[in-house]
C-alpha cells in the first residue's frame, strides 16, 4: 500500500514554463513534507519542505501548496530551466521528524530549451 | 555541500553469498540510515541508527540485515545470506540531529545485483 502517491510519473515543459508535481498521502499523522531533488546518479538532495500547519512554502522558484483537508501537496517550478530536469521525491514523515521519511515513487522531470 | 560516500557503487554476487555495503557519512553527523529502492519504485526505509545502537527499523529490515559503525569507521549494512528480492538500490543518509533541524545528507547509492 502506498503512503505516499505521486502524479505524473513523468513530465516534460518547456523551458520558461511552470512545472507541477503533485503529490497525495494517506496517513493523517503525516506532518512534514519534504521534496527532494535527484540527478542521475546522484544521491536524492533536499530541495524544499513544508510543514503542516502551513498552506504555501516559497524558495525562490519553488513553491508547495498544501491541502490538508484533501491530504494533497504540490510542487511548483516556476520559470522552468534545462537545469531542473530531474526525479523529484514527495516525501511524508510523522511528529516532525527526519528519522524515518515515507517516499514517493517520483516525477521525471524534463524540461525542453 | 557535505557529502555521504558509498562504497561499493555497483556489486554484483551470488545469492547465499554474504555483501557489506560500506558508507561514509558526514564527518560530524551523529545519526544514519539507510533506504532501499527497486528500480522504478519508491525508496524505502529501512532503518536507523544512533549511538551505536539500531533506533527503529521497517520490516524490510529482514534477520538477514545487520548494521554497524565500528570505531567511527564506515556505517555498514550487512546481508548474509543474500536473496534474489535484495537486489535494489540502497541509499545511505546521515543528519547532523534528529527532527527538523536535521536535514538528511544521501549517498549516491550502492547497487546490489543477486543473482
Known amino acids: 500500500q502506498q503512503q505516499v502517491r505521486q502524479s505524473p510519473q513523468s513530465l516534460t515543459v518547456w523551458e520558461g514554463e511552470t512545472a507541477i508535481l503533485n503529490c497525495s498521502y494517506e496517513?493523517?499523522?503525516?506532518?512534514?513534507f519534504p521534496w527532494y531533488q535527484q540527478f542521475p546518479g546522484e544521491g536524492p538532495a533536499l530541495l524544499i519542505s513544508?510543514?503542516?500547519?502551513?498552506n504555501k512554502k516559497e524558495d525562490g522558484r519553488f513553491t508547495i501548496f498544501f491541502n490538508k483537508r484533501e491530504k494533497k501537496l504540490s510542487l511548483h517550478i516556476a520559470d522552468s530551466q534545462p537545469g531542473d530536469s530531474a526525479t523529484y521525491f514527495c516525501?511524508?514523515?510523522?511528529?516532525?521528524?527526519?528519522?524515518?521519511?515515507?517516499f514517493g515513487a517520483g516525477t521525471k522531470l524534463t524540461i525542453k530549451p | 555541500g557535505p557529502k555521504v560516500l558509498q562504497i561499493p557503487s555497483h556489486q554484483i554476487i551470488d545469492m547465499g553469498q554474504m555483501v557489506t555495503l560500506n558508507c561514509d557519512p558526514v564527518?560530524?553527523?551523529?545519526?544514519f540510515y539507510w533506504y532501499k529502492q527497486i528500480l522504478g519504485q519508491q525508496m524505502e526505509f529501512l532503518v536507523n541508527?544512533?549511538?551505536?545502537?539500531?533506533?527503529?527499523k521497517s520490516k524490510l529490515f529482514k534477520d538477514q540485515f545487520s548494521v554497524e559503525r565500528p570505531d567511527g569507521s564506515y556505517f555498514t549494512l550487512k546481508i548474509q545470506p543474500t536473496a534474489l528480492e535484495d537486489s535494489a538500490v540502497y541509499f545511505c543518509?546521515?543528519?547532523?540531529?534528529?527532527?527538523?533541524?536535521?536535514?538528511?545528507?544521501f549517498g549516491e547509492g550502492s547497487k546490489l545485483t543477486v543473482l
Open positions: 541508527f544512533y549511538n551505536g545502537k539500531v533506533m527503529e
Open positions: 513544508i510543514l503542516s500547519v502551513s
Open positions: 516525501a511524508a514523515s510523522a511528529h516532525y521528524g527526519n528519522e524515518k521519511i515515507t
Open positions: 496517513n493523517s499523522a503525516f506532518d512534514y
Open positions: 564527518s560530524n553527523h551523529l545519526y
Open positions: 543518509a546521515s543528519s547532523p540531529h534528529r527532527g527538523l533541524t536535521g536535514q538528511l545528507y
